[in-house]
């Protein structure tokens, strides 16, 4: 399957957790203080994806055109630009960072911030633990919304601040693909 495959997957997956669970809200707009990380694995590609609220990351949701508020948003994409700030996974895996991405997006009265983040892992499916430290880089975000598309399992978690890990353990699994 695909990795295009996959995230058409995870979007429906998300579609239906939101549905379910929360009132329906227009793509348009974002709830202060709950952000979104994506996990989708691709043989021994892990790739992870951040939305987050622009209010959560620099404190304000207006386009930057002051020097000051320039300058929170340069900081940010540089706490961002380094996925240690975010997520580690743990080192039984052998997670090795391939590319990565961050950026602020402008829409209207709202701004968010994206930041991706591809590895290569050696031995996927020893993969157990995420360690989150998404929270200790960002105070003002209060829940993370986790969805998780593994090949050998698919999962939805929401974490509060005081959460520190997730466990994935059963999520991974490497084929060798001839």
Same mark, same amino acid.
């Given at each position: /399957?695909? %990795?295009?495959?996959? %995230?058409?997957?995870?979007?429906?997956?998300?579609?239906? +957790?939101?549905?379910?669970?929360?009132?329906?809200?227009?793509?348009?707009?974002? @709830?202060?203080?709950?952000?979104?990380?994506?996990? !989708?694995?691709?043989?021994?590609?892990?790739?992870?994806?951040? $939305? /987050?609220?622009?209010?959560?990351? !620099?404190?304000?949701?207006?386009?930057?055109?002051?020097?000051?508020?320039?300058? *929170?948003?340069? =900081?940010? %994409? =540089?706490?961002?630009?380094? #996925?240690?700030?975010? %997520?580690?996974?743990?080192?039984?895996?052998?997670?090795? @960072?391939?590319?990565?991405?961050?950026?602020?997006?402008? $829409?209207?009265?709202?701004?968010?911030?994206?930041?991706?983040? *591809? +590895?290569?892992?050696?031995?996927?499916?020893?993969?157990?633990?995420?360690?989150?430290? #998404?929270?200790?880089? +960002? &105070?003002?975000?209060?829940?993370? =919304? @986790?969805? @998780?598309?593994?090949?050998?399992?698919?999962?939805?978690?929401?974490? &509060?601040?005081?959460?520190?890990?997730?466990? !994935? *353990?059963?999520? +991974?699994?490497? *084929?060798?693909?001839?």
């Amino acid at each position: /399957m695909n %990795i295009l495959l996959k %995230i058409s997957i995870l979007i429906l997956l998300i579609s239906s +957790f939101g549905n379910a669970h929360s009132k329906k809200k227009s793509l348009d707009t974002h @709830i202060h203080g709950v952000s979104t990380l994506n996990i !989708v694995q691709e043989g021994n590609t892990l790739l992870f994806e951040f $939305e /987050m609220p622009g209010n959560d990351i !620099v404190g304000f949701e207006y386009e930057a055109k002051q020097e000051s508020d320039i300058e *929170k948003v340069e =900081n940010a %994409i =540089n706490i961002l630009s380094d #996925y240690k700030n975010l %997520i580690s996974p743990s080192g039984s895996a052998e997670c090795k @960072i391939e590319s990565y991405s961050a950026n602020v997006i402008n $829409e209207g009265k709202h701004s968010e911030f994206i930041s991706s983040y *591809k +590895f290569n892992c050696n031995k996927i499916s020893k993969l157990k633990i995420i360690y989150i430290k #998404y929270f200790k880089s +960002f &105070e003002n975000g209060k829940k993370l =919304n @986790i969805k @998780i598309l593994g090949e050998k399992k698919k999962s939805v978690y929401v974490i &509060e601040k005081s959460k520190k890990l997730i466990n !994935v *353990k059963n999520h +991974f699994r490497y *084929k060798v693909r001839i």
